[in-house]
Nanobody
Framework: QVQLAESGGELVQAGGSLRLSCAAS???????????MGWFRQSPGKEREFVGA????????YYTDSVKGRFVISRDNAKNTVYLQMNSLKPEDTAVYYC???????????????????WGKGTLVTVSS
């Protein structure tokens, strides 16, 4: 069974930076286990929102408009880990951030559908004003 574990969420001031990590276990990222990875977030009382995604090889990335230019997704398949670097954080970025995986050769933007194979339990990011 594939398991995803997010880490790095914490309280940070507006304008600050934070890096989230998503470590996968039970699988080794490679051409045979071609998992594209997505980051999603959800605030209380709101629907889950797509943040960004990265293709299985790391050659394709896609971001929602609200985070473009501020967030960067990267991955290290040798470590079975995906990262979300968040810069210039705003209070509206406050949410529980989830890492998710989908086995696909398609481009990263296709993950915005939110249809994933595995989900992590999330990590809370709180941005103070």
């Amino acid at each position: 069974q594939v398991q995803l574990a997010e880490s790095g969420g914490e309280l940070v001031q507006a304008g600050g930076s934070l890096r989230l990590s998503c470590a996968a276990s039970g699988v080794t990222f490679n051409a045979f286990n071609n998992y594209a990875m997505g980051w999603f977030r959800q605030s209380p009382g709101k629907e889950r929102e797509f943040v960004g995604a990265i293709g299985w090889r790391g050659s394709s990335t896609y971001y929602t408009d609200s985070v473009k230019g501020r967030f960067v997704i990267s991955r290290d398949n040798a470590k079975n880990t995906v990262y979300l670097q968040m810069n210039s954080l705003k209070p509206e970025d406050t949410a529980v951030y989830y890492c998710a995986a989908r086995r696909t050769y398609a481009q990263a933007m296709t993950l915005m559908t939110g249809i994933m194979d595995f989900w992590g339990k999330g990590t809370l990011v709180t941005v103070s004003s």
